[in-house]
């Protein structure tokens, strides 16, 4: 029996989504909790900035992982767009721009703590900075970085409830899987706003909340997609890119 290519298409964009939730999953936890939570002492800009200069090898790795991060939600957005643009192309390309902008917040947040290496190699035009005030600026830089990641996290928790919305009509994943998809990307946007627009909102909700929801759902449709693919496509009810809505 001969597969419509149409539908290799489809089963292509979904190993590559699948492989892609979990790649760059598996490489921005490795990145943050393996590399960078041995580097940054918290309250301690002196002991951070030993560790950076005895381990630059190890920096640089970080901000390595990180670009590699980006590269992956790239891969990943335009998968989604190919196995979600015949439910709804115009939901699709939504979802694909504010990821985008997610990924390139996420590119700013690996290029502001670069700045820490030349601020700790100290250059000749440095020297009217002494070596406290440098490591107290490189720690600053440092930080910078978790804070574009959260004035990004409204538009990737937007992008994931656009996705969820369409796998819940699309009936491609199970629908209590879309479903979760909804409310916990749904979830994410609104704590991710209260945070930038409340002070001290992680003290009312920590967090690790505010995004845990959403990573879990997307590791399981990562899963579901690798290793349980699409359901085949009926023979005769492709929908065009142009389609909207079915009766």
Same mark, same amino acid.
């Given at each position: ?29 490795? !990145?943050?909790?393996?590399? $960078?939570?041995?580097? %940054?002492?918290?309250? @301690? ?9 005895? =381990?630059?090898?190890? $920096?640089?790795?970080?901000? !390595? ?37 997610? /990924?390139? &917040? *996420?590119? #700013? ?10 601020? #700790? =190699? ?22 910078? /970085? ?8 409204? $538009?990737?928790? &937007?992008? %994931? ?14 629908? *209590?899987?879309?479903?979760? /998809?909804?409310?916990?990307?749904? *979830? ?5 706003? !209260? $945070? ?11 967090? *690790?909340?505010? @995004? %845990?929801? &959403? ?26 890119? @142009? ?5």
């Amino acid at each position: 029996m001969t597969v419509p290519a149409a539908d290799l298409s489809r089963r292509s964009a979904a190993r590559v989504a699948g492989i892609a939730y979990l790649l760059t999953f598996a490489v921005v936890v490795s !990145a943050n909790f393996g590399i $960078f939570a041995r580097l %940054s002492v918290r309250g @301690d800009a002196t002991a951070t900035a030993h560790n950076i200069l005895a =381990h630059e090898a190890l $920096f640089r790795l970080y901000l !390595a992982c990180n670009t590699l991060y980006v590269i992956g939600v790239v891969v990943l957005l335009t998968a989604l767009y190919t196995l979600l643009a015949p439910v709804h192309r115009s939901l699709a390309l939504l979802a694909a721009v504010l990821r985008l902008i997610f /990924g390139l &917040m *996420w590119l #700013l947040a690996t290029v502001i703590p670069y700045f820490v290496l030349r601020l #700790l =190699h100290g250059a000749a035009y440095l020297n009217v900075f002494e070596t406290g005030q440098l490591q107290a600026l490189g720690k600053l830089y440092l930080g910078g /970085g978790f804070e574009t990641y959260y004035v990004g996290l409204p $538009f990737y928790g &937007m992008a %994931s409830t656009v996705c969820s919305y369409l796998w819940l009509r699309s009936g491609q994943i199970p629908r *209590w899987l879309a479903a979760w /998809g909804v409310i916990a990307s749904g *979830w994410c946007v609104l704590t991710a706003v !209260a $945070f930038i627009a409340i002070p001290h909102f992680e003290k009312i909700v920590n967090d *690790w909340l505010f @995004d %845990s929801p &959403m990573a879990l759902f997307e590791l399981a449709v990562g899963g579901w997609l690798l290793f349980k693919g699409l359901p085949p496509e009926p023979s005769g009810e492709s929908l065009s890119p @142009d389609t909207t809505s079915r009766s």
